[in-house]
């Protein structure tokens, strides 16, 4: 009978024992798990966020490579050079401009106007000087399609100097910030490649959309030049006279839209009711593309000298 108690007894230190050492090995796997959190989950996320952003700057290489070698194709094709333009198209895709000091804020738009003309100017030019069989509208082709181009090698080497100074500094923050961001830079470099092939073969873009609309006024009509790469043709609409300007053409030309309407202005002695400017927008995720908005302001594109 007394053998019982002492059954008992032994069971409950065994107990005791088998909790305790549970409770050991709880405390000891936690401390485990944060040390191999803190410790070696951040540089395991890193790492994976590294090969993301490596295999989106493979894709951007992608995308520059490609760009290049239509650039090039489409030179010899359409300029018929006498020599390899390979070389004189690397140098365009390494230009860069430097914008006028802007300590002193007056008078700084019509310095980066000049600037922007001067640039413009030597580019067409260059782009001339590589392809000597191209008129005046492959020219101007060409030269859109060299700067999309420059764009997307613009882009892949800003992305690939924060991936390297990520990596060599192992900064998170760096790495994680581009991580977030190349998604949609990605998407930007593919508008771009888009671009370059509708430069390439000639095709309208969606900025086409305003020289439609004002060639579809100015049909039949006389028109004139009245600023750089700028035509204009008077017509009547529901009993009203319609001044309808637009870019010369054909090619991807903009001119000076800005300098344009001030002359039409200046013309007509300041009497002028409306100015209706059509453009287009970027579309947001959602809506259909086509869709007209109205808004208040000057629509053109650029840094912000024509709108000035």
């Given at each position: 009978?007394?053998?019982?108690?002492?059954?008992?007894?032994?069971?409950?230190?065994?107990?005791?024992?088998?909790?305790?050492?549970?409770?050991?090995?709880?405390?000891?796997?936690?401390?485990?798990?944060?040390?191999?959190?803190?410790?070696?989950?951040?540089?395991?996320?890193?790492?994976?966020?590294?090969?993301?952003?490596?295999?989106?700057?493979?894709?951007?290489?992608?995308?520059?490579?490609?760009?290049?070698?239509?650039?090039?194709?489409?030179?010899?094709?359409?300029?018929?050079?006498?020599?390899?333009?390979?070389?004189?198209?690397?140098?365009?895709?390494?230009?860069?401009?430097?914008?006028?000091?802007?300590?002193?804020?007056?008078?700084?738009?019509?310095?980066?106007?000049?600037?922007?003309?001067?640039?413009?100017?030597?580019?067409?030019?260059?782009?001339?000087?590589?392809?000597?069989?191209?008129?005046?509208?492959?020219?101007?082709?060409?030269?859109?399609?060299?700067?999309?181009?420059?764009?997307?090698?613009?882009?892949?080497?800003?992305?690939?100097?924060?991936?390297?100074?990520?990596?060599?500094?192992?900064?998170?923050?760096?790495?994680?910030?581009?991580?977030?961001?190349?998604?949609?830079?990605?998407?930007?470099?593919?508008?771009?490649?888009?671009?370059?092939?509708?430069?390439?073969?000639?095709?309208?873009?969606?900025?086409?959309?305003?020289?439609?609309?004002?060639?579809?006024?100015?049909?039949?009509?006389?028109?004139?030049?009245v600023e750089k790469d700028v035509v204009v043709a008077e017509t009547m609409m529901e009993d009203?006279?319609?001044?309808?300007?637009?870019?010369?053409?054909?090619?991807?030309?903009?001119?000076?839209?800005?300098?344009?309407?001030?002359?039409?202005?200046?013309?007509?002695?300041?009497?002028?009711?409306?100015?209706?400017?059509?453009?287009?927008?970027?579309?947001?995720?959602?809506?259909?593309?086509?869709?007209?908005?109205?808004?208040?302001?000057?629509?053109?594109?650029?840094?912000?000298?024509?709108?000035?």
């Open positions: 009978m007394s053998v019982l108690p002492i059954s008992l007894h032994e069971n409950d230190l065994l107990g005791g024992l088998l909790g305790n050492l549970g409770t050991i090995s709880q405390l000891l796997f936690t401390v485990l798990f944060i040390a191999l959190f803190f410790g070696f989950g951040q540089k395991l996320q890193m790492r994976q966020f590294l090969w993301d952003i490596d295999k989106g700057l493979r894709k951007l290489d992608m995308f520059r490579n490609s760009a290049k070698d239509l650039t090039l194709k489409t030179v010899k094709e359409v300029g018929k050079p006498s020599t390899d333009p390979g070389p004189q198209i690397n140098v365009l895709m390494e230009q860069f401009l430097i914008s006028p000091v802007d300590m002193d804020p007056a008078g700084i738009v019509g310095k980066i106007d000049h600037l922007l003309d001067v640039r413009d100017e030597k580019f067409k030019e260059d782009v001339r000087r590589i392809a000597p069989g191209a008129d005046s509208s492959q020219v101007m082709n060409l030269e859109n399609l060299v700067e999309a181009s420059w764009a997307l090698n613009t882009i892949y080497r800003i992305i690939r100097h924060f991936y390297l100074m990520g990596k060599k500094t192992n900064s998170i923050f760096i790495i994680i910030q581009l991580q977030a961001l190349l998604p949609l830079i990605i998407q930007e470099a593919e508008a771009y490649l888009g671009a370059a092939k509708a430069f390439a073969e000639g095709q309208p873009i969606g900025d086409g959309i305003g020289p439609l609309v004002a060639s579809r006024l100015m049909k039949d009509k006389e028109k004139r030049k009203r006279r319609v001044i309808a300007l637009k870019a010369e053409g054909p090619g991807g030309n903009v001119g000076k839209p800005g300098d344009a309407i001030k002359t039409i202005i200046e013309e007509n002695v300041g009497k002028v009711s409306m100015v209706v400017m059509v453009d287009a927008a970027v579309k947001f995720e959602g809506e259909n593309s086509g869709e007209v908005s109205e808004g208040i302001g000057a629509a053109i594109g650029g840094i912000g000298t024509e709108r000035y």
